[in-house]
């Protein structure tokens, strides 16, 4: 199966945005529930959002809810995460991961977990 590459973590200063990739070569995602995680320095993974195979039911935590926005192009294969309005506390990796059967809500060491993708905000 192919790998989940996440792309477009950065840099960011407290208020501003940014937009989150997830793709995989060699896997039809449009098979797959996806979900994104993040996870701060010394704090467990937790869970972010969360899409249906073909993007008609999506999940947000509360604590993102409002601000990020998590979708799906099929087309393009790839699954994405708008983040508006960030804060420091959105500091982490962010990782996204397919599930065929539900939707990912919580941490698993049953998903292949990919590199991630850093994202910093400062205030």
């Known amino acids: 199966q192919g790998q989940l590459v996440e792309s477009g973590g950065g840099l960011v200063q407290a208020g501003g945005s940014l937009r989150l990739s997830c793709t995989a070569s060699?896997?039809?995602?449009?098979?797959?529930?996806m979900g994104w995680f993040r996870q701060a320095p010394g704090k467990d993974r937790e869970f972010v959002a969360t899409?249906?195979?073909?993007?008609?039911?999506?999940h947000h935590s509360p604590s993102v809810k409002d601000r990020f926005t998590m979708s799906r192009d099929n087309a393009k294969n790839t699954v994405y995460l708008q983040m508006n309005s960030l804060k420091p506390e959105d500091t982490g990796v962010y990782y996204c991961?397919?599930?065929?059967?539900?939707?990912?809500?919580?941490?698993?060491?049953?998903?292949?977990w990919g590199q991630g993708t850093q994202v910093t905000v400062s205030s």
């Open positions: 060699g896997r039809d995602l449009s098979n797959y529930a």
């Open positions: 991961v397919a599930d065929r059967l539900d939707l990912p809500r919580q941490s698993s060491d049953s998903y292949s």
């Open positions: 899409i249906s195979d073909t993007g008609r039911t999506s």
